[in-house]
């Protein structure tokens, strides 16, 4: 299942199938977008993304897909 989070800006796309909830995005990203809930990633915060892009470059199974990068 894939669960999409959007603004005016950007859309980020989560794939619950892949995620196994590591929580490396939630580590890594710099603006804290992102949070654990229920065992999976969700960019509840999706207003302070700054697109750096680094949550794709860190999720070791490639369940975010990013508009800006």
Sequence with gaps: ????????????????DKCTG???CVEQCP???YELKDGK?????????????LC????PVGAIEHSSC
């Design 56 to 59: 794709v470059q860190v999720c």
């Design 22 to 24: 590591c929580g490396e």
């Design 31 to 33: 603006a804290d977008v």
């Design 41 to 53: 990633s969700h960019a509840t915060n999706i207003d302070k993304c700054v697109d750096c892009c």
């Design 1 to 16: 299942m894939i669960k999409e989070f959007k603004n005016e800006e950007r859309t980020i796309k989560i794939d619950h």
